[in-house]
């Protein structure tokens, strides 16, 4: 379990700026009341180059992937130059 935000160090900011974290999953609120914290977690792992996730299906279909998958052979490639 990692700290939240306002907790003490290290807590998540801590651990996303210190590289020690690869993958943030993080699922905005929906409606009025929005999450700071999640909107500053988000923002901060994009900024320093971790990868995130926002839709539980999207989470849910990368689990599935490794799972069936030799990870091995498995390679990156940018969606954009499809």
């Known amino acids: 379990m990692t700290r939240k935000i306002e907790q003490e160090s290290p807590n998540i900011l801590d651990l996303i700026l ?3 974290i690869d993958l943030v999953i ?3 609120s929906q409606g009025v009341e929005k999450s700071r914290d999640g909107f ?3 923002r901060n792992a994009i900024e320093t180059g971790v ?4 839709a539980i299906d999207t ?3 990368l689990v599935s ?4 998958a ?10 954009a130059t499809i």
């Not at 990868?51 to 926002?54: A, R, W």
């Open 18 to 20: 210190g590289h020690k």
């Open 26 to 28: 993080d699922i905005p």
């Open 40 to 42: 500053v977690i988000r």
């Open 51 to 54: 990868n995130v996730l926002t």
């Open 59 to 61: 989470a849910g279909a």
């Open 65 to 68: 992937s490794l799972e069936n």
């Open 70 to 79: 030799d990870v091995t052979k498995l390679s990156l490639i940018d969606i």
